[in-house]
């Protein structure tokens, strides 16, 4: 038997995922774009997800149990328990939830990936397609940038910036931090405006770039609420994929099967096909296929967070002001990696893209470690495509990442401490965070601070490693094809290498638009 019916089938219809589909569908081939979340047209889209401010939707109830993942949870450290981790579902993906952050990885993470084996994966062959994405309304005649690509990128004017951004913003200078206009230049260090992918103030997600004008193509069909099981195979060869649609199981067939289901769920349907560590799928009852790390090697950025109880003026003008618009690119010291922590602005006591805790005029200070070692695990609870599975990211578990955090934070109480912080709070840093200033004299104790409160930023990746084949954590290959079998590959966030400094979304991206290339 050979695959029949389609060219490619992509499971997934996220930043990655729909980026490859409409590429690829443009070129001729047919596609089948499959995705377990909601299929909808753009205008059909829940406003409240188009605000600035994603706290609004994710606070909703109606609207995150569109488009959030429900009962996924995770374990952000050893110390920690199981707790909500945001993915989004539906057409866009995690697109249409993030905090529609539009920053690009500097290179130097791509010349690492090169070091590590990913050949064609360097400086020169994905600035191109960082390009070819962009509508940068105010870089976009640079030679590394682009204009007229789907993703528009904007940067809020600093006089709409919150009180948490500019108070951040001074205080880092202050402190000897250059000023660095276009963070998503190839290099540069220091306090930039926060691109974001947002036109006229609304969200434009993969859905809205993509598959909007990709959907009059005779050669592209989407089919939402459809939850892939499994890939289907003849002999070493994937033929297809199985999955439940309206409480049936289909199998439906091609001769390319690329999964892009994102950092959770890529890994998942290896491990039910048969795909990853053999001693777990056998304890599942799982007929073990190939023995790869599938699963291993998750990263994310650990995020600590410092509450700014902040003054009327310093708070938001309405419901719809951005929660962020700042962040600082600093590297911790001279055994330190470049630029391996990162200070965020949060203007509204918002996690990331996650909760919030509710209540007025409340901001934060933010530091996380931008290049970190700590390495966690996804494994499946059951064979059951319904039941999520297991999620431990064992943040700061590298010692060396645990030093580096311990320095971020204490800088970041220091820049707390300054009068530009003093000038938009209603109470002393101390007052409002006394169980991290009563750690921070000690290593030990800052070390458990650090590790029973930190949160992730949300930016999951590498659960099927690229690299050398001959690597024993690789996962798939520099064409990202999966070892060990033909006809299937993973083009998503779990194939980087490790998490970049940077958030994930315009990374995830590119990685659609190069493979799409590369699979003509």
């Known amino acids: 038997m050979t695959g029949t019916g389609w060219d490619l089938i992509v499971v997934g219809a996220g930043s990655a995922g729909a980026a490859l589909a409409a590429r690829t569908a443009a070129r001729g081939s047919r596609v089948l774009l499959l995705e377990a979340g909601p299929d909808y047209r753009s205008d059909a889209m829940n406003e409240v997800w188009r605000s600035p401010n994603p706290r609004l939707a ?3 109830p109606t609207a995150s149990a569109e488009l959030v993942w429900q009962g996924l949870n995770a374990a952000r450290t050893d110390r920690q328990q199981q707790d909500l981790y945001w993915r ?15 920053i690009r990885p500097p290179m130097a993470d791509y010349e690492e990936w090169e070091r590590l084996g990913c050949t064609g994966w360097g400086p020169d062959d994905v600035l191109p397609y960082f390009a070819k994405m962009e509508d940068d309304e105010q870089f976009g005649d640079e030679p590394y940038h682009g204009r007229g690509g789907p993703i528009p990128v904007f940067r809020t004017p600093r006089e709409a910036w919150g009180g948490v951004d500019e108070a951040l913003a001074e205080a880092c200078r202050a402190a000897g931090h250059g000023w660095v206009e276009d963070v998503n230049a190839p290099r540069g260090s220091g306090v930039s405006p926060y691109p974001v ?11 809205d770039g993509y598959l909007e004008w990709a959907r009059d193509l005779e050669t592209l069909i989407v089919r939402g609420d459809a939850l892939v099981d499994r890939v289907v195979f003849d002999g070493d060869r994937a033929v297809g994929v199985r999955l439940l649609l309206g ?4 199998v439906e067939y091609a001769d390319t099967v690329v999964l892009s289901a994102g950092v959770i769920h890529s ?12 001693t777990q799928l056998r304890d599942l009852g799982i007929d073990v296929r190939h023995d790869l790390p ?25 419901p719809h002001d951005r929660h962020t618009n700042v962040c600082v690119r600093w590297t911790s010291g001279p055994d330190a990696p470049e630029n391996d922590l990162m200070y965020v602005a949060l203007n509204e006591n918002v996690l990331a893209m996650g909760a919030a805790t509710p209540g007025a005029r409340s901001g934060c200070y933010g530091v996380w470690l931008n290049r ?12 059951d495509p319904t039941d999520q599975p297991r999620v431990r990211e064992r943040m700061l578990s590298d010692p060396g990442d645990l030093a580096r955090m311990r320095r971020g934070i204490r800088a970041l109480v220091d820049l707390a401490l300054g009068p530009e912080t003093a000038a938009i709070t209603t109470v002393a840093p101390q007052e409002a965070n006394p169980e991290l200033f009563a750690a921070l004299e000690r290593d030990t104790e800052l070390d458990d601070h650090l590790l029973s409160t ?18 024993p954590e690789t996962v798939v290959d520099s064409d990202c094809r999966v070892l060990g079998v033909d006809g299937l590959r993973v083009v998503d966030a779990s194939i980087f290498p490790f998490v970049p400094r940077a958030n994930t979304n315009l990374a995830s991206i590119m990685a659609g638009e190069l493979m799409a290339d590369r699979l003509s």
């Open 267 to 278: 890994p998942a349907i290896l491990l039910r096909s048969g795909i990853g560590p053999a």
């Open 197 to 207: 992918n947002s036109r006229e103030g609304r969200r434009v997600t993969v859905n």
């Open 454 to 471: 930190v949160v992730d930023a949300q930016h999951g990746t590498s659960t099927c490693r690229m690299g050398a084949s001959d690597d």
């Open 247 to 250: 409480g049936d199981s289909v």
């Open 294 to 318: 599938v699963g291993q090697g998750l990263q994310d950025h650990p995020l600590s967070l410092l509450t700014l109880p902040l003054r009327d003026e310093a708070g938001a003008r309405t």
């Open 88 to 102: 989004g579902r539906g057409v866009g993906g995690s697109s249409a939830i993030n905090g529609q952050i539009a």
């Open 372 to 383: 970190n070692f700590s390495r966690g695990e996804l494994t499946l609870t059951s064979a």
């Open 58 to 60: 994710l606070l909703d």
